[in-house]
């Protein structure tokens, strides 16, 4: 045997596990070792004997089975006390490890491995018993059978039965065996041969070659000798592929794979060559999958749905509708550590994030029963806040949703307490809202039990309430939400109080979506991205920083050495007046920093001087890294946080140091959003949010009130004038042309605009009707013609008497594919007659109608005005931008995003008179001196 090995020492160890791995090594000679290399002599402390057939000792160069003793014998197989009597032996009053290998010594005292003295076997690295399968096979309807290993890399069933062909036989070993177990080939016989002795004559078994020669004959099991041919691109792909790897000119695409030659090394190589020809992430494409469905058409199929999946992400991010899944990376980092550093019984107020809300209305009808009705739904729209956190099997942290209809309270993913304050006890609320937050049983990630709500009532002895009979809290009661920090942050605030207060308002009417966006789907998107790029950025950004380094900062007080983790910390808030805070942003202005960057710099300074002249500073904050619209609206854990690090030369002036930050620190926060960016693949061609909704906001004057039917009526009449406001904009496929169609008005099937109301209280949720407003590109339906509609905001509930007052607001909001802004006149001057009136001319004879425009526009020469605008912009760089100075760093594709600036200047009457006077006695228009 010719090694191939040359100038290396090659060591060959030997051992079953039972013996610890290893127990006997040798030196491989390679000029002498040629043809058989020895397993060689015991390791130390190891034992090495043989015995004969007769169980007594061998002699030299007579073969028998090995027994191994020593100190790396095990001590038995667990739960199996039958199989350890069979493995160990006494000899000599030590214990001995029968391996079922036959060897033989030879003279210089090296042991020489033979075979095996049952059928156990190796195939491609895995120890494998042939009777298990053989047990296996004989638990269906067969009489008999026998398993054999074959050329090294297939096994090869022979089995004696009439009334199961091999397909079945092969699908109940795939349910009852590993998918390295699994005969490659089940060769049905009438009848086994046998020997004169009546047993299995394995040399007179069929020759397994002759079943892997045709590969029409491999398909005997199912009856069906035709060839099915590929019909798709990745089946044609999988076909060549399969034929140039086991050599054949045609395979049928319903073909097992095991049937043609093929073991698990060949399917691991195929499925390598799938990563590379289709570029396939390995997490979208299961080996396991593979095994249990060795064909080309299924292959085929589970190439296709990895494909979609990854296209899937790329595209967008919709609902998965999962109840399990792993748990986001914030998660992982907050369940491990309070897994590690706390123990059960701690305190839970490192991780809790409270809301404390005290009733202040002397006559308010605020119900227990509807705030638990209003918890109770906000956890069943957000299943974040029924989320259990659990380690599996595999050592994965994960997240299981919960059912919130559980009357279990014990499994109750949510708690629900009423406390009631006496006189004589539980004065101090402060100690009481505290005694409630270190209770150790404030939460229990493990059930899911993330949220807990505490009703605080105040009793006072002149009261004649019942707390057992009174639904309503009073004056002074308090509201207290706990909730798990791994299931909320900060911006999470604002989502929760918006639903909690909309649920408790209308009573939970309102109907739950079912393909919203939850967490979990999140934390699902999350890890299919591709974080190398961001690992490699921030080990760069902190590499040779000492993490285990304090900075040396004066202290009032001595730190606490065993409580490092006590959730107690020092917030210092610093206020500028008008006149630092104007100095501070000409500053900004002048070096081309924003606000941020300049007072990380003078905090930056400020440190470097409380600590003497410690010049490598890192700093972090917090982001709320919700990078998709799709998050915004998300109760969660998002929040991350950025490390600023500096190294400081002592030399720097301050505007050296500015400078330095303004070059340096913007890459942290850039690599926070824009790589995040990148790997939802941004799509310039499509916008974030919507960019062509025109919201107009109008309120009435002091004491004026409108009539919502009549305003009804009038905005009827105008969108029967004016047909842009009920006409539908489509692609025709045909003309290969964007067409339009006005709507009939008279068309009972199409809603011809959307009239909706509904109340506000504060000027936050006034604020964020109007963000949805003006950013909710689904308000529209181009293809069905509703390019406008008028929204109502009553500021208390909806009144009664069909109103609309001066604390009200109206919305007015238009599609800017069929509006424009001087088009706002038009419309007002027709509303306000058509209210004021009852009725609106229309003259449908004389009348231009934006369709007519459409017409002639398209008719019109257009070369004069191409050739003049190229001429005039001839040698203008459009894409390069003013050096203006910013207060922040403009965003990729931000022309996209609706983001804007916008100025408005009050000139005053003196100044607004001077340019009145200028622009007449110029005889120019008001624009062109504007412009």
């Given amino acids: 045997m010719d090694i191939g090995i040359q100038n290396v020492c090659t060591w060959n160890l030997y051992g079953p596990a039972e013996t610890t791995i290893a127990c006997t090594f040798h030196l491989v000679h390679i000029a002498a070792d040629k043809k058989n290399i020895a397993i060689g002599a015991p390791l130390p402390n190891y034992k090495c004997t043989i015995l004969d057939e007769f169980s007594q000792l061998a002699a030299i160069d007579q073969g028998g089975e090995l027994l191994v003793g020593g100190v790396g014998v095990f001590a038995g197989y667990l739960g199996r006390n039958d199989l350890t009597t069979k493995s160990l032996v006494e000899v000599d009053d030590e214990i001995f490890y029968r391996t079922g290998d036959l060897v033989r010594m030879d003279s210089n005292g090296l042991l020489h491995y033979q075979g095996r003295k049952d059928y156990q076997i190796k195939l491609h690295g895995q120890r494998i018993e042939l009777g298990e399968i053989e047990r296996c096979l004989l638990n269906t309807s067969i009489s008999a059978c026998v398993v054999i290993k074959w050329d090294d890399d297939h096994l090869i069933a022979y089995v004696q039965t009439s009334d199961i062909n091999a397909q079945q036989l092969r699908e109940h070993c795939q349910s009852q065996l590993p998918l390295h177990m699994i005969p490659s080939i089940f060769v049905v016989l009438e009848k086994l041969p046998l020997n004169p002795n009546g047993k299995i004559d394995r040399k ?204 279990n309270d014990d499994i109750k993913p949510y708690g629900f307490s009423i406390i009631n304050l ?36 105040q009793y006072h002895s002149d009261d004649n309430l019942s707390f057992k009979n009174d639904d309503l809290l009073t004056n002074g009661d308090l509201i207290l939400f706990n909730i798990h920090h791994s299931a909320f942050d900060g911006v999470s605030t604002l989502i929760f109080l918006r639903d909690f207060s909309l649920a408790y308002e209308t009573d939970c009417s309102l109907s739950l979506d079912g393909d919203a966006l939850q967490y979990i789907d999140y934390s699902v998107y999350e890890h299919q991205m591709n974080m190398t790029l961001s690992s490699d950025f921030w080990y760069s950004q902190m590499k040779g920083y000492n993490l285990e380094c304090q900075l040396s900062l004066p202290t009032d007080r001595q730190r606490s050495s065993n409580d490092p983790r006590s959730g107690f ?102 690599q926070a959003r824009i790589w995040l960016d990148e790997q939802i ?32 009526q009038a905005l009827q009449l105008v969108v029967r004038k004016h047909e842009s406001l009920r006409t539908s904009l489509f692609f025709d496929k045909e003309k290969n042309q964007l067409m339009q169609r006005i709507i009939d008005f008279n068309d009972n099937t199409n809603k011809l605009f959307e009239f909706i109301e509904s109340n506000f209280e504060t000027h936050d949720e006034l604020d964020l009707i109007m963000y949805n407003e003006k950013r ?8 069905q013609g509703l390019v406008f509609r008028c929204h109502i905001l009553h500021h208390t509930p909806i009144s009664s008497n069909d109103l609309v007052c001066d604390k009200d607001a109206i919305i007015f909001n238009f599609h800017h594919a ?73 965003l990729s594709d931000e022309h996209r995003t609706g983001r804007g600036i916008f100025f408005s200047f009050d000139f005053g009457e003196d100044l607004s008179h001077d340019f009145l006077s200028y622009s007449s006695s110029q005889r120019n228009s008001i624009d062109k001196h504007s412009n």
């Avoid at 992982?332 to 404390?356: C, G, H, M, T």
């Avoid at 058509?834 to 008719?859: F, H, V």
Wanted: glycine share 2%.
């Fill in 204 to 407: 007179l078994l069929p020759c397994p070659s002759s079943y892997f020669s045709n590969p029409l004959q491999l398909n005997y099991y199912t009856n069906n000798l035709q060839v099915k041919k590929p019909h798709d691109e990745i089946q044609i792909t999988l076909h060549t592929l399969w034929c140039d790897m086991f050599q054949q000119k045609q395979i049928s695409i319903d073909t097992n794979i095991f049937t043609i030659g093929g073991h698990s090394l060949i399917l691991m190589q195929l499925y390598h060559r799938y990563q590379t020809i289709f570029h396939l992430e390995p997490k979208h494409l299961s080996i396991n999958d593979l095994f249990q469905y060795p064909t080309i058409i299924h292959h085929s199929q589970f190439i296709h749905q990895a494909i979609n999946i990854e296209k899937h992400f790329q595209d967008c991010w919709s609902p998965l509708h999962l109840i399990q899944a792993p748990a986001s990376f914030s998660q992982e980092r907050i369940f491990l550590d309070e897994q590690i550093r706390f123990s059960p019984k701690s305190n839970n107020v490192i991780y809790a994030i409270p809301l404390l809300f005290r009733v202040a209305s002397v006559n308010s009808h605020i119900s227990i029963t509807r705030i638990h009705h209003a918890l109770q739904f906000i956890i069943m729209k957000h299943s974040i806040l029924r989320t259990a956190l659990h380690i599996d099997t595999n050592g994965i942290i994960m997240q299981h949703c919960l059912n919130v209809n559980i009357n």
């Fill in 569 to 670: 910390a020092s917030v210092a808030q610093i206020s500028f007046d008008d006149q630092i805070s104007t100095a501070f942003l000409n500053y900004a202005s002048a070096y081309k920093v924003t606000p941020f960057q300049l007072g990380l710099a003078t905090f930056y300074a400020f440190l470097f001087k409380l600590t003497h002249g410690q010049n490598d500073l890192c700093i972090t904050c917090l982001n709320a890294n919700r990078y998709k619209s799709e998050l915004e609206n998300m109760i969660g854990m998002f929040v991350a946080t950025l490390p600023y690090r500096i190294q400081l030369d002592s030399h720097w002036l301050f505007d050296e140091l500015v400078t330095h930050v303004r070059d340096k620190s913007p890459a942290s926060d850039a």
């Fill in 422 to 457: 006496h006189d004589d006890r539980d004065c101090d609320i402060d100690k009481t809202i505290t005694e409630i937050m270190n209770h150790c049983d404030l939460f229990d990630l493990e059930k899911g039990r993330v949220i807990h709500c505490h009703i605080l009532r």
């Fill in 776 to 783: 909710n590109f689904q308000l529209f339906d181009l293809a």
């Fill in 681 to 712: 693949h941004f799509n310039s061609d499509k916008s974030l949010i919507a960019i062509y909704n025109m919201p107009f906001v109008y309120r009435l004057c002091p004491g004026h009130t409108l009539s919502i039917q009549q305003l009804t």
């Fill in 818 to 890: 069929l509006f424009d802004f001087p088009s706002m006149d038009v419309f007002l001057h027709d509303l306000n007659q058509a209210y004021n009136t009852g009725q609106l001319i229309i003259d449908d004879n004389s009348l231009l109608r934006y369709l007519d425009y459409a017409m002639i526009e398209q008719q019109m020469p257009m070369t004069a005005p191409s050739m003049f605008w190229l001429d005039t912009l001839h040698c203008c760089n459009l894409d390069q931008s003013l050096p203006l100075p910013f207060d922040r760093y403009r």
